[in-house]
């Protein structure tokens, strides 16, 4: 969420409209402190209620052992932190997650990017273009696991008649795990899904170049095509880029949806949320355990958040 | 849409310097670097963009295809490689909301929209309030008040459902309405684009209308509000679509009880737990998307804005 909340700070206008409201001559509204109430009273006391009270309470529950119920039992101090970290399908969820990031980023990054030049540089029919690869970011994963599990990737679905036409043999996509094919359902469901969303990302930015930039180039001799795109285009994009590769990782390390549907209780390809969703509510209901491993998560991907800020310098104030 | 165009030339107009992206003369500099050059470069550029739209087009629509072929076919259509069944089931669409299917649809539908419309409206309305009150009334600790909303926006929302659901089951919300759309009502990311939105928005206006004696109230209902529509409606289609998409909450804390499921969780029910009959799924699956379909065809130019602006999909 973070990095979503400086985007949109990003661009924010300058300090000056705060700075000016908070002027000692401002304060003096009448009645500013009862007004105030009225209007952000009851977001902060839904937020206190609903998101703050369960952070406090998950946090004290994690120093418990508590099976089947939610108040606390008996303290055990980081006890089940440790097991958490010890048990080796909460590793291998987190490896899951990494593999499943490793393709989708790099793959919705370019394909997203690619799709974006291509409906910004013509000028016939581009809105057709545009709805049609932007019309799935209104399907569910629900319906687009379903249409991958008994549409293409079941015995005889699409993905088997285009195999055995070509000459192969027919798979079994969602169980082979040697060679792990089950990724090719994973990957491409959430690349069809996610695709135009990210394509309506970069076309913003691609729209924010200034013109300008490519007459000069033309006028020193440059030629449309992969020159331009490389020395103006994709340097132009570079915070755009960093916003589409935050957005997608930190929405990759909370994959459930695809997972759940297409893999159901599968003991493999189980990203972090199906690992944690089956600890803490499934059959075993051990809810310590379950908010150890949620504050477990929640750190890893804050970290991740600031350390890819510092890296790409994002969130400076004078973007 | 001209009334929208209206209104955001004068929000522009008015927005100090933050540099919006111009709208009206967005397509300005495309044509003209495509246009500029001629020769056979170009046109073997074209006709590669081409091919390459047209693949990308049908790898798009396949999914929708087999869906609506799916939907009106036989058991042994599915497996098929035929076009469309030869025989369309149209009664697959009965059928769903007939009282032998256990699917539970029509039941499944009406929670989904109860829970899309309250949850995006009401969410809208107290967001829409908190960022007025954070951009504008100048409260002495407005800031010890923003801080700690913008900390909670570091926090990813799917992590917390394990606390959320502790709290829930507190309540004794599990299986209700209650669980599925408060804790959704309070949304700290629209709180926050709805007080950047309102810093932006001209001053002027509000403070006529504060000098002639309008309270904060009346200059936010009468004034604000009224023209905000553009902003709004994007943030309410991202919402809307998001709510009736939302899966992991519901399935946390109304996947046992089938009277509060909503169409997310009665199709993955039934999906994961291998059904036999996969048209009548697949039916409920298109119609399940239909309401979105229709937002989409109707108000995409706000999706699209929202998108755009904010980073958010549902």
């Known amino acids: 969420m973070s990095a979503e909340a400086d985007l949109a700070g990003a661009g924010q206008i300058g300090t000056g409209t705060r700075g000016r409201s908070a002027k000692?001559?401002?304060?003096?509204?009448?009645?500013?402190?009862?007004?105030?109430?009225?209007?952000?009273g009851p977001f902060t006391a839904g937020l206190?209620?609903?998101?703050?009270?369960?952070?406090?309470?998950?946090?004290?529950?994690?120093?418990?052992?508590?099976?089947?119920?939610?108040?606390?039992?008996?303290?055990?101090?980081?006890?089940?932190?440790?097991?958490?970290?010890?048990?080796?399908?909460?590793?291998?969820?987190?490896?899951?997650?990494?593999?499943?990031?490793?393709?989708?980023?790099?793959?919705?990054?370019?394909?997203?990017?690619?799709?974006?030049?291509?409906?910004?540089?013509?000028?016939?029919?581009?809105?057709?273009?545009?709805?049609?690869?932007?019309l799935p970011t209104a399907v569910s994963y629900v319906v687009a696991s379903l249409i991958w599990k008994?549409?293409?990737?079941?015995?005889?679905?699409?993905?088997?008649?285009?195999?055995?036409?070509?000459?192969?043999?027919?798979?079994?996509?969602?169980?082979?795990?040697?060679?792990?094919?089950?990724?090719?359902?994973?990957?491409?469901?959430?690349?069809?899904?996610?695709?135009?969303?990210?394509?309506?990302?970069?076309?913003?930015?691609?729209?924010?170049?200034?013109?300008?930039?490519?007459?000069?180039?033309?006028?020193?001799?440059?030629?449309?095509?992969?020159?331009t795109f490389r020395f103006i285009t994709f340097p132009q994009l570079r915070a755009t880029s960093i916003a589409v590769v935050i957005l997608n990782l930190i929405a990759a390390y909370q994959a459930f949806d695809e997972f759940y549907n297409l893999l159901g209780g599968a003991n493999y390809g189980r990203p972090p949320l199906v690992y944690l969703y089956s600890t803490a509510l499934g059959t075993s209901q051990q809810y310590g355990l379950g908010s150890a491993g949620a504050f477990i998560l929640a750190i890893i991907i804050i970290i991740f958040t600031l350390i890819q800020g510092r890296i790409f310098g994002f969130g400076r104030t004078d973007d | 849409m001209t009334s929208v165009d209206a209104v955001d030339q004068v929000i522009e107009a008015g927005a100090a310097p933050r540099s919006r992206r111009p709208r009206k003369d967005r397509p300005a500099g495309t044509p003209k670097m495509v246009g500029a050059r001629g020769g056979a470069m170009r046109a073997g550029g074209s006709v590669f963009r081409w091919i390459a739209l047209v693949i990308a087009t049908v790898l798009f629509l396949v999914p929708f295809w087999l869906l609506i072929r799916n939907a009106l076919g036989t058991d042994n259509d599915i497996g098929s490689t035929s076009f469309f069944p030869r025989h369309p089931q149209w009664h697959n669409f009965t059928d769903l909301f007939s009282a032998n299917s256990d699917l539970g649809f029509g039941r499944a539908m009406m929670n989904s929209a109860i829970i899309a419309v309250v949850q995006t409206t009401g969410s809208l309305l107290i967001a829409a309030m908190a960022g007025y009150g954070l951009a504008r009334i100048p409260y002495r600790h407005a800031k010890l008040v923003f801080y700690p909303i913008v900390l909670t926006l570091m926090i990813p929302g799917a992590v917390t459902f394990v606390p959320s659901f502790v709290l829930m089951s507190a309540f004794n919300w599990l299986d209700?309405?209650?669980?599925?759309?408060?804790?959704?009502?309070?949304?700290?990311?629209?709180?926050?684009?709805?007080?950047?939105?309102?810093?932006?928005?001209?001053?002027?206006?509000?403070?006529?209308?504060?000098?002639?004696?309008?309270?904060?109230?009346?200059?936010?209902?009468?004034?604000?509000?009224?023209?905000?529509?553009?902003?709004?409606?994007?943030?309410?289609?991202?919402?809307?679509?998001?709510?009736?998409?939302?899966?992991?909450?519901?399935?946390?804390?109304?996947?046992?009880?089938?009277?509060?499921?909503?169409?997310?969780?009665?199709?993955?029910?039934?999906?994961?737990?291998?059904?036999?009959?996969?048209?009548?799924?697949?039916?409920?699956?298109?119609?399940?998307?239909?309401?979105?379909?229709?937002?989409?065809?109707?108000?995409?130019?706000?999706?699209?804005?929202?998108?755009?602006e904010t980073g958010i999909k549902g």
């Open chain 1, 24 to 40: 000692p001559g401002a304060k003096r509204v009448k009645g500013a402190t009862l007004w105030f109430w009225v209007f952000v």
């Open chain 1, 48 to 134: 206190l209620i609903f998101a703050v009270v369960p952070i406090i309470w998950g946090l004290i529950l994690s120093f418990f052992e508590s099976q089947n119920t939610v108040s606390p039992q008996h303290f055990v101090g980081f006890q089940n932190y440790v097991d958490m970290l010890k048990d080796s399908a909460f590793v291998d969820s987190l490896k899951v997650f990494t593999i499943f990031a490793i393709f989708i980023i790099p793959l919705t990054f370019a394909l997203a990017l690619f799709l974006a030049v291509l409906v910004n540089q013509i000028t016939f029919m581009r809105t057709f273009f545009r709805s049609v690869f932007f």
């Open chain 1, 150 to 227: 008994q549409g293409i990737f079941n015995n005889d679905g699409l993905a088997n008649h285009v195999t055995s036409g070509l000459g192969g043999s027919d798979q079994s996509w969602l169980s082979s795990q040697h060679p792990p094919l089950y990724w090719i359902p994973l990957v491409t469901v959430r690349l069809w899904l996610q695709l135009g969303f990210y394509m309506i990302i970069f076309l913003a930015g691609l729209q924010r170049i200034s013109p300008d930039l490519y007459e000069a180039a033309y006028v020193d001799g440059a030629t449309p095509g992969w020159t």
């Open chain 2, 176 to 308: 209700t309405l209650k669980a599925l759309i408060v804790p959704g009502l309070f949304s700290g990311f629209a709180t926050f684009l709805f007080r950047q939105f309102f810093l932006n928005f001209p001053k002027e206006l509000e403070e006529a209308a504060r000098v002639d004696g309008v309270s904060y109230w009346g200059a936010f209902w009468r004034i604000v509000a009224p023209n905000s529509l553009a902003f709004t409606s994007a943030l309410a289609v991202i919402g809307f679509i998001g709510s009736w998409n939302a899966f992991l909450w519901p399935l946390v804390v109304a996947g046992n009880s089938p009277s509060s499921y909503t169409v997310q969780v009665a199709m993955s029910t039934f999906l994961t737990a291998q059904v036999q009959h996969y048209p009548q799924l697949f039916m409920a699956a298109l119609v399940s998307i239909l309401p979105l379909v229709l937002v989409f065809a109707f108000l995409q130019r706000y999706l699209v804005r929202g998108v755009a």
